[in-house]
T-cell receptor, first 113, second 113 residues
Framework: ETGVTQTPRHLVMGMTNKKSLKCEQH?????MYWYKQSAKKPLELMFV???????ENNSVPSRFSPECPNSSHLFLHLHTLQPEDSALYLC????????????FGSGTQLSVL | GNSVTQMEGPVTLSEEAFLTINCTYT??????LFWYVQYPGEGLQLLLK???ADDKGSNKGFEATYRKETTSFHLEKGSVQVSDSAVYFC????????????WGAGTKLIIKP
């Protein structure tokens, strides 16, 4: 298994920039996830895609826009972010519909200036 | 609603010490319970899980027992190593959830040689 790959590893952007995070999984899984990890807080589930269809969107601001063009790729498009959006963004995938065993990428450390 | 509470870290131990990281939960019915580990610079990975009361999950010398009566799933290891230094996350999946894992805030473990 070659796992879940996220790029870039680090990203610094201004509040007016537009950037995208990329995630690719080589595990043949059928569900993909975006999580936000902030220091000393529980992981926050942002979006879930199952079979390329968005199945969960946990009240995430519209300045975050996900895209899942196929079962192996997941993007998170960012625009007009706020400093409080600075965090580690983790992508994960799973085979089971219930998503119990998640496989995570190493994350993108995002800093918004 | 469902929730997970973990002991705050960091937890600092000497090599070969006994480890306990406490985790308690609130949920209706019989959730599935998990421990994930995040090594420095990496994504999370599943360490062990238990799906019904009195089940014991184990992996890499770590153990946790699903205690319904005390709503707990404490992580233990008899003799820790420097390589166990990481952040440990307790999580649950409720009976009515398809994709949502409820996470604790994580406990950072530091093992000194």
């Amino acid at each position: 298994e070659t796992g879940v790959t996220q790029t870039p590893r680090h990203l610094v952007m201004g509040m007016t920039n537009k950037k995208s995070l990329k995630c690719e999984q080589h595990l043949g899984h059928n569900a993909m996830y975006w999580y936000k990890q902030s220091a000393k807080k529980p992981l926050e589930l942002m979006f879930v895609y199952s079979l390329e269809e968005r199945v969960e969107n946990n009240s995430v601001p519209s300045r975050f826009s996900p895209e899942c063009p196929n079962s192996s790729h997941l993007f998170l498009h960012l625009h007009t972010l706020q400093p409080e959006d600075s965090a580690l963004y983790l992508c994960a995938s799973s085979q089971e519909r219930a998503g119990e065993k998640l496989f995570f990428g190493s994350g993108t450390q995002l800093s918004v200036l | 609603g469902n929730s997970v509470t973990q002991m705050e870290g960091p937890v600092t131990l000497s090599e070969e010490a006994f480890l306990t990281i406490n985790c308690t939960y609130t949920a209706t019915g019989y959730p599935s319970l998990f421990w994930y580990v995040q090594y420095p610079g990496e994504g999370l990975q599943l360490l062990l899980k238990a799906t019904k009361a009195d089940d014991k999950g184990s992996n890499k010398g770590f153990e946790a027992t699903y205690r319904k009566e005390t709503t707990s799933f404490h992580l233990e290891k008899g003799s820790v190593q420097v390589s166990d230094s990481a952040v440990y996350f307790c999580a649950l999946r409720g009976m009515d959830s398809n994709y949502q894992l409820i996470w604790g805030a994580g406990t950072k473990l530091i093992i000194k040689p």
